[in-house]
């Protein structure tokens, strides 16, 4: 089982890509300025591996046929 499916077709347009690792890297911002250390780097480290596995190694899965979008 994984936390999360970067390879989901729901990740395959770009912003939703996009806003997951805003999201995760501006939280961790959030924390760290709040003095919560731990949950910053368990933030940022969510959203790290979220932007590698989203820009680096990300291999969007094939077109299923049918549905107009």
């Known amino acids: 089982m994984k936390l999360i499916d970067v390879q989901h077709?729901?990740?395959r347009p770009l912003w939703r890509r996009v806003a997951v690792?805003?999201?995760c890297l501006g939280?961790?911002?959030v924390e760290l300025a709040g003095g919560a250390v731990f949950w910053a780097i368990l933030f940022g480290a969510v959203g790290?591996?979220?932007a590698h596995?989203?820009?680096v190694a990300f291999d969007p899965p094939e077109d299923r046929g049918?549905?107009?979008q």
């Open 9 to 11: 077709p729901f990740f």
């Open 66 to 68: 049918g549905g107009g």
């Open 27 to 29: 939280w961790a911002a």
């Open 53 to 55: 596995q989203f820009f």
């Open 21 to 23: 690792v805003a999201v």
């Open 48 to 50: 790290l591996y979220c």
